[in-house]
T-cell receptor, first 114, second 113 residues
Framework: GQQLNQSPQSMFIQEGEDVSMNCTSS?????WLWYKQDPGEGPVLLIA?????ELTSNGRLTAQFGITRKDSFLNISASIPSDVGIYFC??????????????FGKGTHLIIQP | DTGVSQDPRHKITKRGQNVTFRCDPI?????LYWYRQTLGQGPEFLTY????????KSRLLSDRFSAERPKGSFSTLEIQRTEQGDSAMYLC???????????FGDGTRLSIL
C-alpha cells in the first residue's frame, strides 16, 4: 500500500538535544497526525493538524502542517530518555474514494544516549 | 474513560487454522478501523466501520479476511486458512467521527507457525 516518505529513518542523539523529523507525500492530505509507538504497544497520538500552515505545540513537541498540504514536520525540544521510541506521521484525506483510513510513514526511530 | 481494548494480545497458530480477534472501541466512538503492521513498517489500513456499516475495504483485505461490527460497538476480525504472510500486528483504532483523530489499541500480535 501507499506510504509516506518519512525521514530520517533513525536518529542517535544526546539527551537534551533538539530533534527534527519530517514527512512528505505526493498526495494532498486534509489532516496530518503524529504518533509515537513503544515496543509491543499501539501508536499513541501526539499531535493532530487540520489546516494548511497550522503550527501546533504539545509540551516540548511542535508540529506543522505544510502549506502545500503535502508535508509535515515534528520537532522535539530538549529530548529526555522517555522520548525514545518510533515516531510515525500519518495523513488522512476525505476524497470521494472513501480514503478515510490513515496512510502512515515508515517511522523515525529515536535513540537517546544519556 | 478506557481506551481501545484488543483481545487477545498474542496469538500463535499453525498455518491453515482460522483465527479471530476482538476490538472494543472507546465508548461512543462511531468509527472503528483495522490496520495491519509488519516489522519495520508503519500500520497499513485494512477496513473501517461507521457504526455497524463496513464502508471501506483496502486491497490488502483478501477474501480470507472478514470483519464485522454487528451492533455498532465491538468488532471482530477473522482470518481463515492462515498463511505465513499473515504474521503481523493487527491494530484497531476508533474515532468519534471521521474527521476526529484515531486512537489505537495495543494490538494483537499474530504468529503463524
Amino acid at each position: 500500500g501507499q506510504q509516506l516518505n518519512q525521514s530520517p529513518q533513525s536518529m542517535f542523539i544526546q539527551e537534551g538535544e533538539d530533534v527534527s523529523m519530517n514527512c512528505t507525500s505526493s498526495s494532498i492530505f486534509n489532516t496530518w497526525l503524529w504518533y509515537k509507538q513503544d515496543p509491543g504497544e499501539g501508536p499513541v497520538l501526539l499531535i493532530a493538524l487540520y489546516k494548511a500552515g497550522e503550527l501546533t505545540s504539545n509540551g516540548r513537541l511542535t508540529a506543522q502542517f505544510g502549506i502545500t498540504r503535502k508535508d509535515s514536520f515534528l520537532n522535539i525540544s530538549a529530548s529526555i530518555p522517555s522520548d525514545v521510541g518510533i515516531y510515525f506521521c500519518a495523513g488522512q484525506s476525505f476524497q470521494g474514494g472513501g480514503a478515510d483510513g490513515l496512510t502512515f510513514g515508515k517511522g523515525t526511530h529515536l535513540i537517546i544516549q544519556p | 474513560d478506557t481506551g481501545v481494548s484488543q483481545d487477545p494480545r498474542h496469538k500463535i497458530t499453525k498455518r491453515g487454522q482460522n483465527v479471530t480477534f476482538r476490538c472494543d472501541p472507546i465508548s461512543e466512538h462511531n468509527r472503528l478501523y483495522w490496520y495491519r503492521q509488519t516489522l519495520g513498517q508503519g500500520p497499513e489500513f485494512l477496513t473501517y466501520f461507521q457504526n455497524e456499516a463496513q464502508l471501506e475495504k483496502s486491497r490488502l483485505l483478501s477474501d480470507r479476511f472478514s470483519a464485522e461490527r454487528p451492533k455498532g460497538s465491538f468488532s471482530t476480525l477473522e482470518i481463515q486458512r492462515t498463511e505465513q504472510g499473515d504474521s503481523a500486528m493487527y491494530l484497531c483504532a476508533s474515532s468519534y467521527t471521521g474527521s476526529q483523530p484515531q486512537h489505537f489499541g495495543d494490538g494483537t500480535r499474530l504468529s503463524i507457525l
